[in-house]
């Protein structure tokens, strides 16, 4: 995999939940992501994003402009060094929230995109990485 | 403070959310959207998002919210103007909006309105 361009912003209060959205939609018109491919991870971003700064204590997200097989795609990650997931199967059910949002951000987020990995132990962050291609 | 404009038609409220919402703007929104339903006794809130690219979990349950306590404080909503990305993507992420009243645009969105109100 071929890294095409790349980028780190923080992802620490509300506005930044913004930016990382802005930042997505933008990267994904350049490189010519269909609308409603688009339109899913801006609003996995979103989920991302907002548990980064919530549950993670805040973070970052580094963007990639990636290259494999000839096909092009967009991979975000968002790492914090909060508290982690001490739960992981409890945290990726539907409907289940530690905290007292919907319990969608996790497992619809990763209904979004195409690619998912989250590596996340207690006590030392998290971090997740999404992808998708066009 | 930065707020999202509610505007009085005769019985009805009607917000246009034309900007990209962080979490904070939402719930003000909220609180405002109440605050107005109990000062102006209003019948129906028509909540246009037509300019909105994204809704998340968040702005999700936001509307969700302003539906259920409209209800209770006697008045209808009706979310209108959906992009069909957005909508698509909604159900993908688990978001169905139980209860919530849509219509495609304003004017059928008004119309709803109008008929709900005088089914009363």
Redo the contacts between chains.
């Keep these: 995999m071929t890294i095409l361009s790349s980028g780190t912003q923080p992802v620490r209060i509300e506005q930044d939940v913004v930016l990382a959205r802005q930042t997505t939609r933008k990267l994904a018109q350049d490189c010519g992501m269909r609308l409603i491919d688009l339109t899913k991870l801006v609003t996995a971003v979103s989920e991302l994003a907002r548990n980064t700064m919530v549950y993670g204590g805040g973070g970052d997200m580094d963007w990639q402009v990636v290259e494999e097989g000839g096909r092009t795609g967009l991979r975000v990650i968002f790492r914090d060094e909060g508290p982690g997931i001490p739960d992981l199967k409890l945290a990726m059910t539907d409907g289940w929230t530690s905290g007292n949002g919907l319990g969608l951000g996790l497992t619809g987020a990763k209904r979004l995109v195409e690619d998912f990995e989250l590596d996340t132990a207690p006590g030392a962050g998290t971090r997740i990485t999404i992808a998708r291609w066009i | 403070m930065e707020r999202i404009p509610i505007l009085q038609m005769g019985e009805f409220l009607l917000v246009t959310i034309q900007v990209?919402?962080?979490?904070?703007l939402a719930l003000t929104l909220q609180d405002d959207l109440s605050e107005r339903i109990s000062r102006t006794s209003a019948r129906g809130v028509l909540i246009d998002i037509s300019a909105l690219?994204?809704?998340?979990?968040?702005i999700?349950?936001m509307i969700g919210t302003i539906s259920g306590l409209s209800r209770i404080m006697d008045a209808e909503t009706v979310l209108v103007g959906m992009?069909?990305?957005?909508a698509?993507?909604l159900v993908?992420?688990?978001?169905t909006l139980p209860g919530v009243s849509t219509a495609l645009n304003v004017e059928r969105g008004m119309k709803l309105l109008h008929q709900r109100v005088a089914q009363q």
Excluded: C, K, N, W
Aim: hydrophobic share 40%; proline share 4%.
């Design positions: 990209d919402m962080h979490d904070q690219d994204i809704v998340d979990s968040f999700g349950r992009q069909p990305a957005v698509i993507t993908e992420l688990g978001l």
